[in-house]
């Protein structure tokens, strides 16, 4: 049987003791029993747990990596982690979702990629609930979980880290061997022995780490990084931690940015051999995938890099160089090159004793600021913080110019409405909403300018007939007048003359005539 026939018979399996059978040649890794065989990953038995991280590096050791799905249903399958109470044999607990990738090994020499799930049938009824790991658990029966298999993928490079294999540990190390012995011998006697991995495998150690074998199986160009030597120093240093779980996902995705497969260093490095040499002693990941977006995005040279380093510049220091150097002026040209950007750098600091750091916020503060205003941003200056203040009170005037512009057409005087002694109406300007805070002494002037131009809120105001100028009550109304948010007099002070209620209830007897009005329409 080929291996696509194999995973195609995987989804007729209805649990996962029947998938672990079918993918180990008939044989259920998780029920066989012999001094060779070890369980991890498991809470029923924790004992095995701390054998197995000591056996790893056994090659002969049959070690069974249960998957979390099914260490979560056999060790929460009966009992509720939270208030230790016996639901029944015949219960399973069920998170709401785990989809972790799951690995198979074929024998193509090809490695493919799943999701697995256990879910119930359409209609189960939940019999209890519970937390566990912040994630909700739903209890069923047993004969209501099914197995969710999604679509096999194929994969030449696996990435996602520590994902759960469908073989045990020897089916790995034999295929391994088997496919690439070279690199099998380099693990198993390089590799392995290195004295910076000697806590990998340490069940008292901290960081807890452990090789990840599908990521080295799938990327052969590790043993040549592993070999190679720049500057002195034998190893990527950045791989001590990238080939074990201690990793990320997004340190994985910088990788296959910064790395491609082969034997050889023109083929494995996607940077200039030149920047590597800059690079080869930096453990982090971030900084060489800093380096990159400098020399494919913004085009630096090998000059303006070591200008950098002699700078001594931070992984940090270059992502802000970057969101400078993607910025653009209204037409559409940059504002800075790598190398401008520098000597601006070096300006500001011998001239005005600002430093990198601050130098770079202040310059990207100015140029959003800029934007704010609908304006570029002048640097041809002898005083940044001047530039970066002057644009400031710019982005304020023309924002405020903006709102004003808004509040006008937001006017429609829709609910004014005039009854005896008083009458309503709409704030008209940014100015009339000035006015009406300063003699209410209220927060209108400070906080509703935005919200009445965005048509988030409705402010009128309630005089008398009589003085019209003189400021009585505030009312806020919802967007659609239906409601009143709330209605002050001077100082937020309660309205409590009969006179001025009863006027705000004919006000809003009229404003839902006038929405029942327009509803017909």
């Known amino acids: 049987m080929t291996t696509k026939e194999l995973l195609q018979k995987t989804y007729e399996c209805k649990t996962l003791e029947d998938l672990y059978t079918l993918l180990n040649g008939g044989v259920n890794p998780l029920l066989a029993r012999g001094e060779d065989v070890v369980y991890y990953r498991r809470n029923q038995q924790r004992s095995a747990g701390l054998l197995a991280t000591e056996l790893e590096e056994l090659d002969k050791a049959n070690l069974i990596e249960v998957p979390f799905t099914i260490e979560l249903l056999q060790t929460y399958s009966r009992w509720d982690s939270e208030t230790h109470r016996h639901l029944g044999d015949q219960t399973v607990g069920l998170p709401e979702t785990i989809n972790k990738p799951y690995v198979y090994f074929g024998e193509d020499g090809e490695a493919y990629q799943t999701t697995i799930n256990i879910v119930p049938k359409e209609g189960a009824i939940v019999r209890h609930e519970s937390l566990y790991r912040n994630s909700k658990v739903k209890f069923y029966d047993e004969s209501d979980a099914v197995l969710q298999i999604e679509k096999w993928k194929k994969m030449t490079r696996i990435s996602a880290v520590d994902p759960t294999c469908l073989q045990s540990k020897r089916v790995l190390i034999d295929w391994y061997q ?4 070279y690199g099998y011998k380099w693990f198993t006697e390089d590799l392995r022995n290195r004295p910076e991995n000697k806590d990998i495998y340490n069940p008292w150690s901290r960081r807890s780490r452990k090789f990840d074998l599908p990521f080295i199986m799938t990327h052969p ?4 990084l592993s070999k190679m030597t720049f500057n002195g120093a034998v190893g990527l240093p950045l791989l001590q931690d990238l080939v074990t779980t201690h990793t ?11 790395f491609k497969p082969g034997t050889k260093a023109s083929d494995i490095f996607v940077l200039p051999m030149n920047f590597i040499k800059v690079l080869w002693n930096k453990d982090d990941i971030k900084a060489w995938d800093s380096m990159r977006k400098m020399v494919q995005l913004r085009n630096c040279t090998i000059d303006d890099i070591l200008q950098c380093e002699n700078r001594r510049m931070r992984t940090d220091d270059y992502r802000k160089i970057d969101e400078v150097l993607r910025t653009k002026k209204l037409d559409g040209t940059p504002y800075f090159s790598f190398t401008t950007l520098l000597n601006y750098l070096g300006k500001i600091d011998v001239n005005e004793a600002i430093e990198r750091e601050e130098g770079l916020v202040l310059i990207k503060d100015t140029i959003v600021m800029a934007r704010a205003a609908n304006q570029d941003a002048n640097f041809d200056t002898d005083s940044l913080k001047r530039t970066h203040d002057v644009m400031m009170r710019n982005a304020r005037v023309y924002r405020n110019e903006v709102t004003c512009q808004k509040i006008l057409e937001r006017c429609t005087k829709k609910y004014n409405f005039q009854s005896g002694d008083y009458f309503a109406r709409q704030i008209e300007s940014y100015e009339d909403l000035i006015d009406e805070g300063t003699q209410q002494q209220n927060c209108l002037r400070y906080c509703y300018a935005d919200s009445i131009a965005n048509g988030t809120t409705l402010i009128y105001v309630i005089r008398k007939v009589a003085d019209p100028n003189h400021s009585l009550i505030s009312v806020e109304l919802s967007p ?15 309205v409590i003359e009969k006179s001025q209620l009863d006027f705000i209830e004919k006000w809003n007897e009229y404003r839902e005539e006038v929405n029942n009005k327009d509803f017909v329409c």
């Open 248 to 258: 990320t996902d997004s340190d994985r995705i910088m990788y296959e940015r910064l």
């Open 178 to 181: 088997k496919k690439n012995p």
């Open 221 to 224: 160009e590790l043993e040549q």
């Open 480 to 494: 659609d007048g239906s409601t009143v948010r709330q209605q002050f007099k001077a100082y937020n002070k309660p």
